[in-house]
């Protein structure tokens, strides 16, 4: 019996501790520790690594990666070439655009069999779009930006015979030091054939409206519809990895997320595929409430192989400093892509009261 209260009272330490470390500040810790780059992967590591479900042909006759990349950017100098491109590419889409609300680009697409198929993107990475009967779906291919390009021009038909298809390259980012946005993107094989049979691609086992490629890749449970136990389907949890709650600390971080968005947002809740990545190992941050849809990734080694490869986080929060005389007033920073602000945060009377002390842009 001893030995189990002591066993009780370890667990409640670790707890405590883990809480500490991962949402505050301490003299030892940093306020932010950067994303740190492994080399890029060789083509053998690619090969090595690469999905169960999905099949690499070279091709004899192809568009290099130099070629496609540079030709669909052609007009970006031309304004009046630019505006023709933009506006056909709108008409092209209208109607994955409307039925998708705007949470993909494109890059091509077909109709096969009544199907509208399109290859999509979105921040996270590679989709096949579909919509048939009027009701739209989206499958995540699981493939890495990091390893895997694929043309703007694709010369074959992206559907054929239960596979999708498309044609592209092998490639590497490697990324330059202080300067976000200048990484260097270049292809290390070309003349690459991808395919996946469509069963595969399109396989829920669970159920809930996301294939288990996009549940594997982000730490979802593709077995269970609700993941995180909290009564929410995966589909319809705007916080799917963790079960929310509701605390001094978690309104501090609901209060410092993104507040506004380039589209219509009474459609957060209908755009099932557009999520706003974060890393974090902080229990407060994990349960935050949030009227967009959120992924709360581990920044350690319980990243998933998609994850590790895959750099798909944008804005980050440092972890809480607290202030060394007043008891309620703590610090805390918010890291987007192009620029810092380090916030004072007072708590009184149940609400928190945030001045900026210093903003950078870089
Ligand atoms: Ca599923
Ligand atoms: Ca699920
Ligand atoms: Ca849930």
């Given at each position: 019996m001893?030995?189990?209260?002591l066993?009780?009272?370890?667990?409640?330490?670790?707890?405590?501790?883990?809480?500490?470390?991962d949402?505050?500040?301490?003299?030892?810790?940093?306020?932010?520790?950067?994303?740190?780059?492994?080399?890029?992967?060789?083509?053998?590591?690619?090969?090595?690594?690469?999905?169960e479900?999905?099949?690499?042909?070279?091709?004899?006759?192809?568009?290099?990666?130099?070629?496609d990349?540079?030709?669909?950017?052609?007009?970006?100098?031309?304004?009046?070439?630019?505006?023709?491109?933009?506006?056909?590419?709108?008409?092209?889409?209208k109607?994955?655009?409307?039925?998708?609300?705007?949470?993909?680009?494109?890059?091509?697409?077909?109709?096969?069999?009544?199907?509208?198929?399109?290859?999509?993107?979105?921040?996270?990475?590679?989709?096949?779009?579909?919509?048939?009967?009027?009701?739209?779906?989206?499958?995540?291919?699981?493939?890495?930006?990091?390893?895997?390009?694929?043309?703007?021009?694709?010369?074959?038909?992206?559907?054929?015979?239960?596979?999708?298809?498309?044609?592209?390259?092998?490639?590497?980012?490697?990324?330059?030091?202080?300067l976000p946005?200048?990484d260097?993107?270049?292809?290390?094989?070309?003349?690459?054939?991808?395919?996946?049979?469509?069963?595969?691609?399109?396989?829920?086992?669970?159920?809930?409206?996301?294939?288990?490629?996009?549940?594997?890749?982000?730490?979802?449970?593709?077995?269970?519809?609700d993941?995180?136990?909290?009564?929410?389907?995966?589909?319809?949890?705007?916080?799917?990895?963790?079960?929310?709650?509701?605390?001094?600390?978690?309104?501090?971080?609901?209060?410092?997320l993104?507040?506004?968005?380039?589209?219509?947002?009474?459609?957060?809740?209908?755009?099932?595929?557009?999520?706003?990545?974060?890393?974090?190992?902080?229990?407060?941050?994990?349960?935050?409430?949030?009227?967009?849809?959120?992924?709360?990734?581990?920044?350690n080694?319980?990243?998933?192989?998609?994850?590790?490869?895959?750099?798909?986080?944008n804005?980050?929060?440092?972890?809480?400093?607290?202030?060394?005389?007043?008891?309620?007033?703590?610090?805390?920073?918010?890291?987007?892509?192009?620029?810092?602000?380090?916030?004072?945060?007072?708590?009184?009377k149940?609400?928190?009261?945030?001045?900026?002390?210093?903003?950078?842009?870089?």
């Amino acid at each position: 019996m001893k030995k189990y209260i002591l066993f009780l009272f370890l667990t409640f330490i670790a707890c405590k501790n883990s809480i500490e470390e991962d949402c505050f500040q301490n003299e030892d810790n940093k306020i932010f520790e950067p994303y740190i780059e492994e080399s890029p992967f060789s083509v053998n590591q690619i090969l090595d690594e690469k999905p169960e479900y999905l099949e690499i042909n070279n091709l004899k006759k192809f568009r290099s990666f130099k070629k496609d990349s540079i030709e669909g950017h052609t007009y970006v100098y031309d304004e009046e070439k630019s505006k023709k491109k933009y506006e056909d590419y709108q008409a092209k889409y209208k109607d994955f655009n409307d039925k998708f609300f705007g949470q993909f680009g494109y890059i091509i697409r077909q109709n096969e069999n009544g199907v509208d198929y399109a290859l999509g993107r979105n921040n996270l990475g590679f989709w096949l779009l579909k919509i048939y009967n009027n009701q739209p779906k989206a499958y995540f291919l699981g493939l890495s930006f990091s390893h895997y390009y694929i043309n703007e021009v694709q010369e074959l038909p992206i559907i054929n015979h239960g596979f999708l298809q498309f044609e592209g390259s092998l490639v590497k980012i490697v990324k330059v030091a202080g300067l976000p946005g200048y990484d260097d993107y270049s292809a290390i094989e070309d003349g690459k054939l991808f395919k996946i049979k469509l069963a595969d691609l399109e396989k829920d086992t669970d159920n809930d409206g996301y294939n288990d490629i996009f549940e594997n890749s982000f730490g979802l449970d593709s077995k269970n519809a609700d993941s995180d136990g909290d009564k929410i389907n995966d589909f319809d949890d705007m916080n799917p990895l963790f079960k929310s709650g509701k605390s001094k600390f978690t309104s501090l971080y609901e209060e410092l997320l993104p507040k506004h968005f380039v589209f219509d947002e009474n459609n957060l809740k209908r755009m099932h595929y557009f999520f706003i990545p974060y890393e974090s190992n902080c229990e407060y941050f994990q349960k935050i409430n949030s009227k967009f849809r959120i992924l709360i990734l581990p920044d350690n080694s319980k990243k998933t192989d998609y994850l590790k490869v895959t750099d798909i986080v944008n804005g980050r929060f440092s972890k809480i400093k607290r202030d060394k005389k007043v008891a309620n007033k703590f610090y805390i920073s918010t890291f987007g892509s192009s620029s810092t602000t380090d916030y004072s945060a007072e708590y009184k009377k149940g609400k928190w009261i945030f001045t900026i002390i210093s903003q950078t842009t870089v």
